[in-house]
């Protein structure tokens, strides 16, 4: 019997979970990209000896018991080599002159910031207690009795900014709780509690990062889908979806070659996808969905250092200006800045490379978006170089090692992932989902085309947990629940 033809569009981390359920599930899928190397946020490059990631530094869960753990294993992608997060700080949570420690383990994490506000210890239990049920519902939402998330639903539509308040009465304590705030979009007006919960519980429940790079993840998706009879195409560029009677009848690849399929998959923006859709779309549904708020987007030093000249750290430092509000950010200057460690090859003692990264908005760089990549001008390279020191500065008074250490460095902002992976606006993290808005923020995978599937970071929850189990939604759209469930496995593990 033929199989039934899938195409997926972009092959990122979410199109490409797509395209190892649907292979494995017996369809014929192609996956196809638009760049010349899969992985979307998840790629990296090498400079010298220095490897570096782009949109992946660590993720949350992964130890046994954890939900990206179950997702990973039915991924196959557990043996890559992960290395977990130092347990008694895997986060350090610099605040002025002051750090703070995020310990694994959610009794751990209340007891290590217990220690520094005992008074709050009972006020940190009830915040972590939350935290995990939240997490602990994580598969709720894949229950066919539960087919519209109920649960997540009730939280979407919940303030993330008006929880910590009612929760924490120490300011302080609610500051350094936010401390970690790079993983998401810290936006007081906007951020729904499912959201800053399921991310903050999987950290707490694990860190890990994998030596080697996020491009292993990918890589292994890729050979994955090819080994169970499916294609992954680069340099192929999906530049429309025609749609006859509601259906798509072919994609359109680099504007000749015509692909049919039954049914189409896409992981890109949910605009970018509507942009392509030649017909079949009301007037209506296209403006929602171009009106959709972006997430910012993310100024990125990758810093190549001296051999033997700073030591590795096994956890991440997140520093901040002693007077940032981090929920109200100031963007006129940097008051936030990630330090991440990439795991030696070699194991060494001594980094290799680090990143640091602070958040970015659109409108700061969207004077050069009509410039192609290295003819930006001389006005762009100064305007990364201050803000490369300005985090540099941020960062030196707990890290005085690293200037002396630094040998080269390279810089990306939001114009870097807009070119590379098509993201509008360089956005990180995609849609701005809205807990006044969640109907209309948090995106389902269909769409009125009745054969065309979202997937992705801009659906329900992004990073590699939140992506991962979207993928898994979009896939039940066309298995069922049911089936997902038992394919996965993934119900009943926590
Ligand atoms: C700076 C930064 C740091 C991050 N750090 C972390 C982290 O530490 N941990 C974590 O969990 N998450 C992190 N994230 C978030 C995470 O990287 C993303 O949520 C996730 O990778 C998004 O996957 P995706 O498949 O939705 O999108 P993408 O990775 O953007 O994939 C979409 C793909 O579609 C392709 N494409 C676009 N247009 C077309 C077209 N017309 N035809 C064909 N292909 C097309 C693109 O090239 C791309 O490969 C980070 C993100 C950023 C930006």
């Known amino acids: 019997m033929e199989k039934d033809k899938v195409i997926v569009i972009g092959a990122g981390l979410g199109g490409l979970e797509c395209g190892y359920i649907l292979a494995k599930n017996g369809f014929d899928v192609t996956v196809l990209e638009q ?43 557990l043996d890559l080599p992960w290395k977990q997060l130092d347990r008694d700080c895997f986060d350090e949570v610099v605040i002025g002159d002051e750090s703070f420690r995020f310990a694994t383990g959610h009794d751990n994490f209340i007891e290590a910031l217990a220690e520094r506000f005992p008074h709050q210890r009972q006020e940190l239990r009830n915040y972590v207690s939350f935290l995990k049920n939240v997490g602990d519902h994580i598969f709720d939402s894949l229950s066919p009795r539960d087919a519209g998330g109920f649960y997540s639903e009730s939280l979407f539509a919940r303030s993330a900014w008006e929880f910590l308040n009612e929760t924490i009465s120490d300011p302080l304590l609610r500051q350094v709780l936010s401390g ?13 509690l499912y959201v800053f919960a399921q991310i903050n ?41 025609e749609v006859k009677d509601s259906r798509v009848s072919a994609v359109v690849v680099n504007g000749g070659e015509r692909l049919e399929a039954d049914r189409v998959i896409s992981s890109l923006h949910p605009a970018l996808t509507m942009s392509l859709v030649d017909n079949g779309l009301r007037k209506i549904y296209r403006e929602r969905i171009s009106r959709l708020e972006n997430t910012c987007g993310m100024f990125t030093a990758n810093i190549r250092l001296k051999p033997g000249m700073l030591k590795y750290e096994n956890r991440n430092l997140f520093i901040h200006r002693q007077d940032a509000d981090l929920w109200h950010p100031d963007p006129s200057r940097t008051e936030s800045v990630l330090v991440n460690w990439s795991v030696p090859y070699d194991d060494s003692d001594y980094a290799i490379n680090i990143d640091l990264l602070t958040p970015m908005r659109w409108d700061e760089v969207a004077r050069w ?38 040998d080269r460095i390279y810089t990306s902002s939001p114009l870097t992932y807009h070119h590379y992976v098509c993201q509008p606006q360089g956005s990180a993290y995609g849609v701005r989902k809205d807990w006044r808005s969640p109907m209309t923020t948090v995106l389902t995978p269909r769409t009125p085309v009745e054969n065309l599937y979202l997937t992705g970071q801009s659906l329900n929850l992004h990073g590699v947990l939140g992506v991962s189990m979207t993928s898994l939604f979009t896939c039940a759209s066309i298995l069922g629940m049911d089936a997902v469930v038992r394919d996965t496995g993934v119900k009943g593990d926590i």
């Open 180 to 192: 970690t705030s790079l993983k998401m979009e810290l936006n007081a007006e906007s951020l729904p």
């Open 201 to 241: 519980n999987s950290f707490i429940h694990s860190a890990w990062r994998l030596q080697g790079g996020g491009s292993l993840v990918t890589d292994s998706l890729v050979g994955s889908i090819r080994s169970m009879g499916g294609k992954v195409l680069t340099d192929s560029a999906v530049t429309s979806i």
């Open 35 to 77: 760049d010349g190397q899969t992985g979307g946020c998840l790629q990296t490059f090498v400079r010298g000896r220095a490897l570096f990631d782009t949109g992946f530094h660590y993720v949350g869960g992964l130890g046994e018991g954890g939900p990206l753990y179950s997702l990973f294993r039915y991924f196959n992608l």
């Open 369 to 406: 978006s009509d410039k192609r990549m290295g003819h930006r001008g001389e006005d762009y390279v100064q305007f990364k170089a201050a803000r490369t020191e300005a985090c540099i500065e941020l960062v030196e008074h707990r890290l005085p090692q690293l200037r002396p250490a630094i």
